[in-house]
């Protein structure tokens, strides 16, 4: 079975926000994480976010950050066959076991957009080994979105990150110019405070819950 994990985020920062604690346990457990960008980010930060998406990332030990660079906010502009098609490169080239990506329902247009793109790129083709979907939740987006049963994060698999929580932290400093101040759920204070409730859901002190889309058992 392939111990490579892909890591398929809309923009710089979405991967620590969403599953930094576990990119770092699977990276202690001798997993490669490949890390995939789509989009640029906000335009004010363009010029330098690329610096801070590696100094983030390699501070979790990722083997791997592929920037797509696709505009900010506007891949609905993007015809999807050409996203799915660039994912689909990437699936062929590092055969991933496992795809950690964004949640069907957030409300962040660009996140539905590449759920879209890589439930289609990684479906199941006789002949190809299957692949496991995971969604993670991003705050000031999952949480945000519409509380009805097609939207809402329904979490159903939880990661203890108790002993990767300050590596977490860690790396979103260098992410420190999308951070926002409390309440913001986009917060440092945010950030912590959703561990704890994830992790108290499943007795632990910290935790980051996804929502299985597929796992298959071989």
């Not at 996203?83 to 496992?98: G, Q, V």
């Amino acid at each position: 079975m392939s111990k490579t994990v892909l890591v398929i985020a809309a923009h710089p920062d979405d991967e620590i926000l969403g599953s930094g604690g576990t990119i770092k346990k699977l990276v202690n457990d001798g997993y490669k994480v490949i890390t995939v960008i789509a989009a640029k980010g906000r335009k004010e930060e363009e010029h330098h976010i690329k610096q801070f998406m590696l100094q983030a990332n390699n501070s979790l030990g990722v083997d791997e950050v592929i920037f797509l660079e696709f505009p900010n906010l506007l891949l609905e502009t993007i015809p999807l066959v050409k996203i799915i098609k660039s994912i689909e490169d990437l699936l062929d080239k590092y055969k991933p076991a496992t795809i950690l990506t964004h949640h069907y329902g957030d409300t962040n247009r660009d996140h539905q957009i590449l759920f879209q793109a890589v439930l289609t790129a990684a479906r199941p083709i006789p002949g190809k080994n299957p692949i496991e979907i995971l969604c993670f939740e991003t705050v000031s987006s999952s949480e945000w979105s519409q509380h009805t049963n097609d939207k809402e994060f329904k979490p159903n698999f939880f990661v203890d990150i108790t002993n990767t929580f300050d590596d977490k932290i860690q790396s979103l400093q260098f992410y420190d110019v999308e951070m926002r101040p409390f309440p913001h759920p986009r917060s440092y204070e945010g950030v912590t405070y959703l561990a704890h409730v994830r992790g108290m859901t499943v007795g632990v002190k910290y935790a980051e819950a996804f929502e299985i889309i597929r796992r298959v058992w071989k």
